[in-house]
């Protein structure tokens, strides 16, 4: 493999203190793994895997003061020290008002849409929706529309902000439907469309729109960090401020979050929805206690409270996110400099392979990116994930495929878990396969649930 002239990441501010063992399965049981899995990779048992990257999200490891911090998890059911110890700690980087902590960041949009009653004729905006908020709205029939700018469709454009909303595209449908249109989301980072940033202008301008026009503008920030870490490195006028200080800035544009706290938390579960409306939060106050328990622990244990107070801290750290940021694109660069098709600029948690140009040879009715997502783990037991036309694709009323513009397999990167040598390893084998890719075959899907398909369709290879 090429590594020459790639420069080294930073090293991590942090050394390991625990180690937990992996199983590198053999080829054959990987084949079987994955015919028993009916080639969706969410069913492959997590000990048949050898490095994980379906997800960033719960999967990071908590550092010894969180750890530490569970212990002081007070468990009382309403009203305990911990949730104050975190309401404090989202103020302090947020400034919002009311703090309502739910179990995970899905359980935010579900009592969110809720709340606003959105409804069938109704809008949700956003640079794009990801799934589980696209389904949220879906699921009260109303309809979730993208506006990200047109530079996110090309996938090997570098542009330093690749994940802002296009503004003009927000001011006409404003104009046009604003009484219909119940919520602006923003996404930062933009997960769909390969964790790209959205500048401090772009969320600026968003903000000055939206409320020119009274519609409610949250940010879904669940990687804040990270976007805040980008704005620092490329938009001018932020190179001497702090992380916290950019956040700060960023969300006071806003009036509101949803978060899921499963990345920037840096916590294994855990969301919240902080806000300044006190109508709109004694509305989901109310909803809530019949899903997700009394508002100062929405799903929680005490202890889960002090471990986000914690992280949320913890992530601000800038040689954290230094390291971070660059551990992902110097595994961007490796694949880049063996060829191998991906999406530029790298994104902030992870690598998204190109799936559409990795196997042109196979239709789209065959599910491309999927197929190298198992061809991936078949060939070396690293577990990706499929963004693309399974979870977007959608049928029209003739019952034909409307196929996404992007196919991606993302190689999401957990937070401070894995080390150089894993990112060699990666690297190595993409890099492998990508060589042998005519060998790849498409597959046809057995099974097609109606929701969410991504998580429980069912494939057999094309023969
Ligand atoms: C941008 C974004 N929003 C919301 C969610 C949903 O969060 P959760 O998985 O905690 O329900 C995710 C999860 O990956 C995400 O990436």
Redesign the pocket.
Known sequence: MIFEGIEFPTPPPYKIKMIEYTNLPSLEERRQVLREAGYNVFNIPSEKIYIDLL????TSAMSDLQWSALMRGDEAYASAKSFFHLKDAIQEIMGFNYVIPT???????YLMFRALDLKPNEYALSNQ?????RANVEVLGATAVDLVNEDAYDVTKEVPFKGNIDLQKVEAFLSEHHERVKIIVL??????GGGQPVSMENIRKLGELAHEFKVPYFL?A??FAENAYFIKMRENGYQDKTIKEIAREMFSYADGV??????DGLVN???FIALNDKDLYWKIRQLMVVTEGFPTYGGLAGRDLEALAQGLKEVLDERYLQSRVEQVAFLGKLLDKNGVPLLKPFGG?GIYLDGLRFVPHIPREQWPSQAVVCAIYEHSAIRTVEIGSLIFAKKDANGVWQWPKLDFIRLAIPRRVYTLDHMLYIAQSISDLYKQRENIKGLRMTFEPPVLRHFNALFEPVT
């Not at 997800?55 to 719960?58: A, E, L, M, N, P």
């Not at 929706?129 to 908020?133: E, G, K, L």
């Not at 996404?187 to 769909?192: E, L, P, V």
């Open positions: 997800t960033d999200s719960g179990h995970q960041g899905r359980a935010a949009e929706f990801f799934d589980t908020t996404t930062i980072t933009n997960n769909s879904d669940a990687r949803l978060v899921s706290a499963k990345k579960i855990g969301g948690h």
